[in-house]
């Protein structure tokens, strides 16, 4: 388990004997009359332990997290997250769960790397420089500056959208709320945006190689630290033409073979950016209920060579499945540095 889960039941809710099929080894059930020590043996036997005491009971856990974000901030009314007395509207629930977890992702990912000396701290003249990559309604984009700038961080936040009609909104938005100073909004191609600096490059939902674009600029840009999440996948499903056995068991399903290409997309992509000196790692950043494109490769620049087994099980990778995928294209050069210095 990485995770550790804390709840209160009341005891008609309590469900035991799934408790006693769901793989712990041992359980502790506390009570306001004492406890239960439940030891799964080997054998799969329940050895059970019962104390008598008084204890008190703690709804500490049951607390709604905290929110970074006011309901009522005018930015959320003008990106259409709220309604305008100030209340998150029903339909717009998992938008603003996203942003929100989201946030807890990024503002420690930038506090540590700071304090690691990977990124400058920022100061008013040289602020934070965060390019939001396929920004789209800008949802993130709005809500990383309001939410660092509320943090105390000096920012200056550009979002990249192909689409003039977004760039044309999102600028009207920053205008009405008086932050068009520190946020700015350009239509552009992620592959040609002309953004001479960037620290923190983020990309959510860039619709297919769109995310390799941008993890490629991000990195020939210089950027410290990176988040993305990756959308749906079409690059290396339609290489993986036959696989090597016994894996065609994993894609004679179409549905199969379409994860199968998803995480091997990922793992590649992450790969490439560990090869190229990024400390990277895979996490979920919001659960599979609100989105089921929850995956996000957080890359923070150290600089650190690879070791010779990262680029060989790269290289394996690519050759057992013979695909090709376009971030080692976009990449080549960086990747070719890394593997002969
Ligand atoms: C699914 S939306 C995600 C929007 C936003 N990041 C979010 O998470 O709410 C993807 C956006 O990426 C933009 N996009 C796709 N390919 C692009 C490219 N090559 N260059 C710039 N923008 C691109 C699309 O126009 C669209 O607005």
């Known amino acids: 388990m990485r995770q550790t889960t804390t709840k209160n039941y009341v005891p008609k809710d309590l469900d035991v004997s799934s408790l006693l099929q769901s793989g712990f080894a041992n359980i502790l059930v ?33 607390r709604a997290k905290a929110r970074l974000l006011d ?13 305008s007395a100030g209340n998150i509207k029903p339909s717009r629930q998992d938008k ?6 989201f946030l807890r992702l990024l503002a420690p990912t930038i506090t540590s790397a700071i304090e690691a000396g990977h990124i400058k701290t920022p100061t008013k003249e040289k602020p934070l420089s965060i390019v939001d990559l396929g920004c789209g309604h800008a949802y993130l984009t709005f809500a990383t500056h309001q939410y660092l700038l509320s943090q105390g961080f000096f920012v200056k936040v550009v979002g990249v959208d192909v ?15 008086g932050i068009s100073s520190t946020i700015e909004f350009r239509a552009e ?40 999440a990756p959308c749906c996948h079409h690059d290396l499903q339609s290489q993986i033409k036959q696989s090597p056995e016994p894996w065609g068991l994993l894609t004679k399903h179409g549905l199969m073979k379409e ?22 790692d895979v996490i979920e950043f919001v659960g599979g209920e609100h989105t089921p494109r929850n995956t996000m490769i957080r890359a923070v620049k150290t600089g650190v060579k690879p070791e010779p087994s990262d680029v060989q099980s790269y290289q394996e990778m690519l050759a057992v499945w013979n695909v090709k995928p376009v971030l ?14």
């Open 259 to 280: 994860r199968l290409a998803d995480l091997l997309t990922d793992a590649l992509r992450a790969q490439i950016l560990k090869i190229i000196g990024y400390r990277t």
């Open 328 to 341: 080692s294209e976009l990449l080549e050069s960086e990747i070719g540095v890394s593997l002969h210095s």
């Open 30 to 62: 506390e009570h306001t009359q004492g406890s239960m020590t439940i030891r799964i043996t080997k054998k799969q036997e329940a050895l059970v332990h019962l104390e008598k005491s008084v204890l008190q009971q703690n709804l500490e856990h049951d």
């Open 163 to 177: 689409r003039q009609e977004s760039r044309n909104r999102n600028s009207a938005i920053a205008k009405e709320l």
């Open 96 to 101: 603003y769960k996203q942003v929100e977890e």
């Open 71 to 83: 309901p009522s901030d005018p930015f959320l009314r003008s990106v259409g997250i709220s309604d």
């Open 189 to 228: 191609e992620i592959k040609s945006s002309a953004i001479d600096y960037v620290d923190v490059a983020i990309a959510l939902h860039a619709c297919d190689t769109a995310t390799d674009d941008a993890i490629a600029w991000a990195a020939q840009n210089g950027a410290k630290v990176l988040l993305v």
